[in-house]
């Protein structure tokens, strides 16, 4: 980022019209994002939500409480325009784009053999890139794939160790039996890598979905072009996760949207390092809790570019 | 509220293509707004940020790290478009209505007399019901007045007992002798109204100020006419609680738009029963915090009326 710009906003914030840091968190977000736009006062005129979904083996081992037919359904209902991501990026103005990745061919269990090859994991990640084409200027991650809350507990549990169950939720509502194959398989399938856990790329591409590789991809992509990124839930945070493993810098220009209800996701951001910004029980996915923090967010710069200084308002200061 | 239409928003969040739950507390503002509005899908077409500010004896003290003289130049700000809440309101569609409560007559000093007579109580309360002369869907309540914080704490104080410093914060930045200097006042003040500590109304003539009389008029008025209510932080939260001491449902149709970063606001939402929308670090008043929330009410609502259920979208149910 740029430093030069983030100082110029933090002394803007210190001159409006108000007591320092009573605007609390949205004075962090229009510093930050001053500096990765390399301006004293930035704005987002292109937010936009990228949606992921990919198709997983692992759903056939009966993990999630719905059928993996839905993926391809609820991609249909995003085209539509009635899921809730497409209602919310409609409040805030934002686009929305979906990428749906080959979700005819469904990535092998991961409980027996590797998602990805080592080709087909960069080419994912590549293609995740393409979120940049519209040149957003705040990317939300989002993404829908039944099973892919067991792919995100494989790979925190391949990351970060520990028990399978501390990392696996009931994420759509899994539970009693169904929450029991689901632990199963995410310890399954990192024993399985247990040799390549200490390489964050190979937990990728052993136990990962297309999705994650993708978003991975897209949140390096944005780096590059110094695009802030708010990320989603559980899944997005694990394709997060991959990259702050291989550099501990890889999430400087991320906010975590918010906080959802799959009880590992607030341990994981503590690991990362990232304070949610909203904290609604939400756990849809989709970019839906991303996409609800826009509003944060443009309220932020809103409040940072439109108010007065002290001395234009004629204000005693204190 | 209206148990009919409310069942049936119920109903209706449970056949929407989601997880049931899953859009957390999102679905919980849906369905109460339909009780309160009596249909199955409620709609905000005219959210309004009501801020109320008044003039405080107590001020002279040197409660704050602001001259009194602030409140009316803020005033002003509001009325140049110029101020946080400006920003806010114009980013998520909110009109803002600003109440002047005779400025240049400050109350007396709580430590010395009491705020208002009955008389001035009682008209201040009808005034604050101006506020639903626009005829809002939404009300956001907000105040500005230098020292009123002191006088929030002094009525906190009053309810709820314990000792004042439990009850007083920085505010917009009181440190050191200023914080010493408030707390001994609304120490004092409790004091001198011990006698009349059990009647609520008591409590807030005597050691509230305008801002703080017109907002609980404007919460009483609200509940009358079913408009929902949004709070804002500690001061907005004083006017709600002397209400909620007289009537245990007198809040049922209020959400806490945040928690703000006033140490003892969390405890008195909690005390209320009222969950905040938003945890931001965020300590200006003005109906920031509230006017914020309005976000997150339209993404509710927007989802809420939006969506398909599983049987349009042709989607497989759990």
């Known amino acids: 980022p740029d430093e030069a710009a ?36 930035p704005a987002i005129n292109r937010p936009t939500v990228a949606v992921f979904a990919a198709t997983h083996g692992v ?13 391809k ?38 409980v027996e053999q590797d998602a990805l090859t080592e080709a087909e994991c960069a080419a994912t990640m590549a293609f995740g890139m393409e979120a940049l084409a519209g040149e957003p200027d705040l990317l939300c991650l989002g993404e829908m ?9 494989a790979i925190f549990h391949g990351l970060y160790g520990g028990e399978a169950e501390e990392w696996v939720g009931p994420g759509t509502g899994s539970t009693g039996e169904v929450l029991a194959r689901k632990i199963a398989a995410v310890r399954a399938a990192v024993a399985r890598s247990k040799a ?3 390489d964050p ?11 994650v590789a993708a978003m991975a991809g897209a949140i390096l992509a944005a780096r590059l072009q110094r695009v802030p990124v708010v990320l989603d839930g559980y899944v997005v945070t694990a394709a997060a996760a991959v990259l702050k493993a291989l550099d501990p810098t890889a999430l400087d220009h991320c906010f975590a949207g918010h906080v959802s209800a799959e009880p590992a996701h ?17 756990r849809l996915g ?26 234009e308002a004629g204000v005693a200061d204190a």
Request: proline share 5%; glycine share 12%.
């Open 6 to 41: 983030r100082a110029a906003a933090a002394e803007r914030q210190r001159q409006l019209v108000k007591p320092p840091g009573a605007l609390g968190r949205l004075e962090e977000i229009a510093i930050r994002i001053a500096g990765w736009q390399g301006r004293e006062i």
């Open 59 to 71: 759903a056939g081992r009966g993990v999630s409480p719905y059928p993996p037919e839905v993926t």
């Open 73 to 110: 359904q609820m991609v249909a209902t995003f085209t539509n325009g009635k899921a809730a991501v497409n209602q919310i990026c409609g409040v805030f103005g934002a686009g929305l784009r979906v990428f749906d990745l080959a979700l005819d061919l469904p990535t092998p269990d991961i």
């Open 145 to 153: 794939g039944i099973g892919n809350t067991t792919v995100a507990a």
């Open 196 to 198: 390549h856990l200490d």
């Open 201 to 211: 790329l190979e937990v990728l591409r052993k136990l990962g979905g297309r999705e």
């Open 266 to 282: 607030r341990v994981v951001l503590e690991r990362l390092g990232l304070r949610p910004l909203l904290d609604l029980d939400m």
């Open 286 to 311: 989709e970019g839906s809790g991303a996409a609800l923090a826009i509003g944060v967010v443009k309220a932020a710069l809103a409040c940072h570019a439109g108010m007065s200084t002290f001395a």
